[in-house]
């Protein structure tokens, strides 16, 4: 049986055991129309307990037994109320109290427990921020885990909605996804809620569905847990006001403010998120976040640990571009441009990314460049910066085009991370991610060009 549902039906009989006594104060006041009404009602909900027991077929039989006897109880007291009879009062609240608690007990250890784990990612390139856990979690017998991928819009730059984006066809193979038209939150209250989108409505470039804000979600769960589907530099001092002040966007934000629980990839990590927000909503809030806030790691970085080449099906216009016609393979660069490096830099990054894609032009033959775009770099360029976006298609048009490198804009980061024997480009979270192989990184400066 599901925990809410189990859970349900001990609050409901806690009522039971309090209205016991309510039944036998109006009979000792004399009221015993009172009285009458209050039985009516608690057969009713010992009733409705009953039924939704039922859904547990042999292991629900002895707490069933134990509410037909309680019933029958009432009646029988009903029946002594009717015909005047004398009622001994603690004789009969000792009994209905001892078999409510005994019905509780048959429902806390006869029936076995399930717990219902609904994940809401709504971009399937960030489903490793997920993906480990949910393997755990999928081992376990007593959890019913569901993957409901949620739909997301972009945004105009005056905020208003434009299309809308579902992915749910572009998840791995061997995690099952149900469609969010088939989902009733109410029919099924999931006991916990997992998701990776922070922002709600602060997100000015996408937003996910409204009804899937963290607001509205922890509304229909027991416990809503937030993890970010990024990794962020791991500060070296938590305490350091300079990291604290660059990085406080990530962690105030509608999600960390409504859910129960923040997973954040390491203790530093949770140092820095309980200093910056205690600074920001008061120092009476800083037991709430460290109680909030565990750093037990992301798994993101744990999925990146175990990444294994052989691990990924290589398109075949890859692998010709990979291995040579001898057989020996190229060296593969992955190359990263950051959404907020290019917002910042307009032209000079401009500049630097034609420049970077004319050298490894012309080392081809012994370097293969896999060029990987922020996935939400188009949405915020045409939303903020129309004029950058028109600048930064036609290179990646020609680039497309001229073919000597690979462009991938698939959802799959793990397969860029696995294939590629170094990082280039902007400093990133894919950085700290990619740090966790060992492989060579080389952070690009976009005011130094190779004709300079």
């Not at 012994?366 to 996935?375: D, Q």
Request: net charge negative; aromatic share 12%; hydrophobic share 35%.
């Amino acid at each position: 049986m599901r925990v809410y549902k189990k859970n349900k039906c001990i609050k409901l009989l806690e009522t039971l055991d309090k209205a016991n006594g309510d039944i036998l104060s109006d009979i000792q006041k004399g009221d015993n129309s009172g009285a009458a009404v209050l039985i009516g009602k608690c057969q009713q909900a010992a009733i409705s307990v009953a039924k939704i027991l039922e859904e547990s077929a042999e292991e629900g039989v002895e707490a069933i037994r134990g509410l037909t006897v309680y019933c029958e109880k009432l009646f029988q007291l009903n029946n002594d109320l009717n015909s005047n009879s004398s009622i001994n009062i603690n004789g009969i609240e000792k009994k209905l109290s001892k078999n409510i608690n005994h019905t509780i007990n048959r429902i806390k250890y006869d029936i076995k427990s399930e717990t219902q784990i609904l994940f809401l990612p709504y971009k399937a390139s960030m489903w490793d921020s997920f993906e480990t856990l949910w393997e755990k979690l999928c081992k376990d017998e007593n959890s019913n885990v569901v993957v409901m991928p949620i739909p997301y819009f972009d945004k105009n730059s005056d905020g208003s909605i434009k299309e809308m984006h579902y992915e749910i066809d572009q998840y791995p193979k061997n995690v099952p996804v149900v469609s969010f038209e088939d989902y009733d939150f109410e029919i099924n209250h999931p006991e916990k809620i997992y998701i990776h989108n922070p922002y709600d409505d602060m997100n000015y470039v996408t937003s996910v569905h409204p009804f899937f804000y963290s607001e509205n979600m922890k509304k229909f769960t027991d416990e809503l847990i937030y993890i970010p589907y990024f990794v962020l530099p791991e500060p070296k001092d938590p305490n350091d006001k300079e990291y604290l002040e660059r990085n406080k966007h990530y962690f105030i934000n509608p999600a960390v403010r409504n859910a129960d629980r923040v997973i954040v990839q390491s203790e530093n990590m949770k140092i820095a998120y309980v200093n910056v927000l205690t600074e920001y909503f008061g120092t009476d809030t800083k037991s709430i976040w460290e109680r909030k806030i565990e750093g037990t790691g992301s798994p993101k970085l744990e999925r990146v640990k175990n990444l294994k080449e052989a691990d990924f099906d290589i398109p075949k216009d890859w692998m010709d571009k990979i291995y040579k016609k001898d057989g020996s393979k190229r060296k593969v660069v992955f190359y990263n441009i950051g959404v907020q490096p290019l917002l910042n830099n307009n032209m000079d990054m401009i500049l630097k990314i034609k420049d970077t894609l004319k050298v490894f032009d012309e080392y081809k033959e012994e370097v293969t460049l896999l060029w990987r775009p922020h996935p939400l770099m188009m949405a915020t360029l045409t939303s903020m910066r129309m004029d950058l976006w028109e600048e930064y298609k036609k290179i990646v048009d020609s680039y497309i085009e001229e073919d000597f490198g690979i462009y991938d804009d698939s959802a799959d980061l793990d397969r860029a991370i696995a294939i590629s024997d170094a990082y280039y480009g902007d400093w990133s979270s894919v950085v700290t991610l990619y740090k966790e192989t060992g492989k060579p990184i080389m952070i690009h400066n976009c005011n130094i060009l190779t004709e300079d």
